[in-house]
């Protein structure tokens, strides 16, 4: 099993994306590693380490594409990124999947135009995880295809399906529609032709609302990339926004410091499903390859867990599943 | 000053709306309230408070509109319902507003096409109340308008700033465009618009994220129904999902059972910002009137601040304000 790094993508490269890296070594057994990114910087991050040098591999890659470059203009002109370079080898089959926490639109980019498509799927897709009172779900598409048309939202239910049952464990995963109301005639007229062409998706379940997204009510929630991306993003500042609100609130009151310090370990393990780092990555369905993508601020844990993901799309041939769910 | 009150909207009446309704009428000196309703239920409900019967009147509307019902079929068929009977009252200069926790789809339609809209207004919409750190600001449109066009949205905007100023408190309120990125040229063709078109409203601050909302980054946040309606029904899920996944937390350790009570304390305490009971209810703007509704779950203190509400927005002539902003 052989996994491409990113060793200069995410804000904290490259000490997060390497330090990931080598936790992975140390977790699973028949793993190698190749690092992208240039030599240099990436060989003296790994001199703080202790390695095993043998399954480690650093690929020499110039250039660096920024968080906020424009995607089609750095995959054009940065041919000698690391981005270019590892989805080149991964089509070149001399890696197994690639990870990053660089430029998702970038990364989206090169997984589409390098690696193409899978066979009979229209569009590439991101799904990304959501939590819930249930544990992680899927939100499908979180920004990659901001209108959806029906035959897409079919198969990235689809696709969707296949990525819960191989890296969530749900043997059966619902689907729902996100939409205004409950019942079929709400919406849109394309939200009425989505659910429509949803219908005979086993596992449909109807079109659920914003208030069953925490709630777990379906295990995959289809949206267009407009709705998933601001839900997204708006889910992230969750738990952040209620540490600050319990400070202004205790900042009101005369609690015991005691106290405070109690109730902010206690929120935090409440809010600990929440924590992204436990699922890590995100992945691109529907491209020809296993590209996981990560938060920006992806910590260690969390590239450990992005690399964790890439070798269980492998082992499970998620692709292979994925073409057989769409034909 | 008389506000007409829906005695049989919601989810529990006639029980809340009646209580708000004496509550209001113990706040506000110069208040009289007209009740609306099957006078039989609404007077048996009556016998079980005191209350300044000279500031009170019954009146009979014997028909109720579901919260289920189709919204046109209601209004059509249920012309004897408190709907239909207050919006009349309302619209033939009987009362100063109406206020209700019924049926939102009804009360638009019936908002609407009694009242009928303000002089210049393309469409009426609904603003919602949305908690951030900074305390509520507003989100435009909730549910009413679910395709947003530009010449809308910058309408939309401007009735917002109005009402954030009147209600709000909020001297020159800023207005952001929810969509999936910061920068000008992001999101799809019709945000692209929108966008464009919104340039010249004073406060405009450009493109906002989902990350951007809970922080309070803008006064008004401007979206689509669709948008709108999901992030509403989503925010009102997380106090509750919250002490749910406390409990869950709690469960799974050896916490001494007082620090536990004491956390939910400080949560508690920590949440109100998110209480939606503090604004009691959402207007319809752009309408020929003053029409609050509220969630189907108000309880008395935010149907008594529904009321406060309309009475805020009759003094200060929120409707000549919008004419104006408009014009």
Redesign the interface.
């Known amino acids: 099993m052989k996994i491409a790094v990113d060793a200069v993508g995410g804000d904290f490269y490259p000490k997060n994306p390497i330090e990931g890296a080598l936790a992975a070594l140390s977790e699973f057994d028949d793993l190698s590693i190749l690092l992208l990114g240039p030599e240099e910087q990436v060989r003296k991050e790994l001199g703080n380490h202790d390695y095993p040098s043998e399954r480690i591999q650093v690929v020499h890659a110039p250039e660096i594409v920024g968080m906020k470059e424009s995607p089609a203009v750095a995959i054009k002109t940065k041919q000698e990124s690391s981005i270019v370079v590892g989805m080149g080898l991964h089509k070149a089959g001399q890696v197994d999947g690639f990870v990053s926490a660089g430029n998702t639109g970038a990364l989206l980019a090169a997984s589409t135009f390098i690696l193409g498509k899978l066979e009979g799927v229209h569009r590439p897709t991101i799904a990304t995880f959501y939590p819930t009172?249930k544990g992680f779900r899927l939100l499908v598409d979180a920004?990659a295809n901001?209108?959806l048309k029906p035959d897409h939202a079919v198969q990235f239910a689809r696709m969707a399906q296949v990525y819960s049952k191989v890296i969530l464990n749900i043997e059966e995963p619902t689907v729902g529609l996100?939409?205004?109301g409950e019942e079929e005639e709400k919406?849109?007229d394309n939200?009425k032709l989505i659910h429509a062409a949803l219908k005979p998706v086993s596992g449909f379940i109807g079109n659920v609302?914003?208030?069953d997204?925490?709630?777990g009510k379906a295990d995959i929630y289809v949206?267009d990339?407009?709705?998933g991306?601001?839900?997204?993003?708006?889910?992230?500042?969750?738990p952040a926004?209620?540490m600050?609100?319990?400070q202004?609130?205790?900042a009101?009151?005369t609690?015991d410091p005691d106290?405070?310090i109690?109730?902010q370990k206690?929120?935090k393990?409440?809010?600990?499903?929440f924590d992204y780092q436990r699922v890590g990555g995100i992945p691109f369905l529907g491209v020809n390859g296993v590209s996981i993508v990560g938060h920006g601020g992806s910590s260690p844990l969390a590239i450990k867990n992005m690399i964790k993901s890439a070798i269980d799309c492998v082992k499970h041939d998620i692709n292979g599943q994925i073409v057989s769910s769409l034909n």
Chains 1, 2 share one sequence.
């Open positions: 009172i920004g901001l209108e996100l939409n205004v919406g849109t939200l609302e914003g208030r997204v925490l709630s949206c990339g407009v709705v991306n601001i839900l997204l993003k708006f889910g992230e500042t969750i926004t209620l600050k609100m319990l202004t609130a205790v009101k009151t609690i106290d405070v109690q109730t206690i929120l393990a409440a809010l600990a499903p």
